[in-house]
């Protein structure tokens, strides 16, 4: 049919915008978040089956709101029906659990994103194991499809189906309810929020397997998240802090590869290929967030050393000093061994690669970071710059044979063969 395919876009455009507000006041109401995506699901096909005859409305969001809340009220009027069979056997009780039809407009209607809100913390829920987290946000507040994630994590449609429905179960046995935490649990649950994003960012940026070494429409889906808890929760400056982080990050994405998809490491970087919009966007949400006149989180920190490095025009003009120290600081506030890896590149690079390769033989000695292939990278960096290049060739051949991501495989066996190239891990 004619304009069958353009119609079928814009079901998919308006699904991505309305689908996490559509599924988080269904969720309030039902207090279930499987049922509420079945009832959203229900009002897509709808669509699906109705706008290539009848045309895209012109409020294709309301369109869609109206016929999930009709499919959610015809839902209640059965339950209805059910209870009054179960109040002329002593159950009177649990009718006074069940919604009304006026509670499910109130709870549908989100003109200040609270739904979407409370959905975003349920789906983030410390109950659930990271993956299930991962995958039900990007399900639920992304709007992307099983194969779409699965395609993103290199892992098979069961397996992300599997996780999904595991974190829905899990929820409703732990009968999470769907609303905003307190505010003695906001600390807890906002840190599980920010840490599924940046996941997701992470996994974008800088890829754990397969042949691509980035997948920009992943760090895009984290930024829209992001930029959505900022305008939802814009007194909290450890989200601003976040979205300053992963815009100024993104804003390296064209610079991060090479003609043929061979990855390019920070030192190395065409800088003029850096883009300065999100540059300013991210300083701009770092501001905010330094200047809050609350205590600077892990995430405005790392943004900080972010901004020092997108300020500088040159890789000769970073202040690595001020990254060191700023290093210092998160490994204060939040002390890793994945920091102190990091914090020891800087270190090198503002004092001597002796300097660095002291605090990385540290933490080889911990033991803390076995298995780990960039503590093998970053020491055969800095075995490279002391001028040791057996040393050096040993370790990037180890770092090599441990990463999952072929790009850098090639990458560090290029480096191992060759016995130079001086670059950071950006």
């Not at 988080?24 to 897509?44: H, K, M, S, Y």
């Not at 096909?45 to 409020?59: C, F, I, K, R, T």
């Not at 030192?267 to 919009?277: F, N, T």
């Not at 290049?389 to 990463?403: G, I, K």
Request: charged share 25%.
């Amino acid at each position: 049919m004619p304009g069958t395919d353009a119609t079928h876009r814009a079901i998919d455009a308006v699904w991505r915008i309305e689908s996490a507000r559509l599924i988080a006041g269904l969720a309030r109401i039902v207090r279930d978040v499987g049922l509420a995506e079945e009832l959203a699901g229900d009002a897509l096909v709808a669509a699906l089956e109705q706008w290539p005859e009848s045309g895209v409305p012109d409020n294709p969001g309301a369109w869609l709101m109206a016929t999930a809340k009709h499919r959610a009220i015809d839902l209640i009027r059965r339950r209805a029906t059910l209870e009054r069979k179960y109040e002329q056997l002593g159950r009177m009780e649990e009718r006074d659990q069940q919604p009304t039809e006026a509670d499910l407009v109130a709870a549908i209607e989100d003109p200040i994103g609270d739904n979407r809100l409370a959905l975003i913390f349920v789906a983030c829920h410390p109950v659930l194991p990271t993956e299930g987290r991962v995958a039900l946000t990007l399900r639920l507040i992304g709007a992307l499809s099983t194969e779409e994630i699965a395609r993103a994590f290199l892992v098979s449609n069961a397996t992300v189906a599997q996780r999904i429905v595991r974190a829905k179960r899990t929820l409703a046995e732990a009968h999470v309810p769907i609303e905003l935490p307190g505010a003695a649990e906001l600390p807890e649950r906002l840190s599980s929020v920010l840490e599924v994003v940046y996941l997701v960012f992470n996994e974008g940026y800088s890829t754990t397997a397969g042949e691509d070494w980035i997948r920009p429409a992943l760090c895009e889906e984290a930024l829209r998240l992001g930029r959505m808890l900022a305008a939802l929760m814009p007194d909290q400056p450890e989200i601003h802090g976040l979205v300053a982080l992963m815009a100024i990050q993104a804003s390296r994405l064209r610079a991060r590869v090479g003609p043929a998809g061979e990855p390019i490491l920070l030192l190395d970087q065409d800088r003029s290929r850096w883009d300065r919009v999100l540059i300013r966007h991210g300083v701009e949400a770092l501001d905010r967030a330094i200047h809050s006149g609350r205590m600077l989180g892990p995430y405005t920190l790392q943004a900080s050393i972010a901004a020092c490095h997108a300020r500088a025009r040159t890789p000769g003009d970073t202040d690595w000093e001020q990254i060191a120290a700023l290093y210092d600081a998160l490994a204060q506030l939040a002390p890793s061994p994945i920091v102190e890896l990091n914090r020891a590149v800087a270190v090198s690079m503002a004092f001597g690669p002796a300097a660095g390769l002291e605090l990385v033989d540290a933490l080889l000695a911990s033991g803390a970071l076995n298995g780990y292939h960039l503590l093998q990278s970053v020491r055969g960096d800095l075995l490279l710059r002391l001028g040791r290049p057996d040393e050096a060739r040993v370790e990037l051949e180890r770092a090599a044979f441990m990463t999952q991501n072929e790009r850098e495989r090639a990458m560090l066996l290029a480096r191992a063969a060759g016995g130079a190239g001086e670059s950071a891990r950006s």
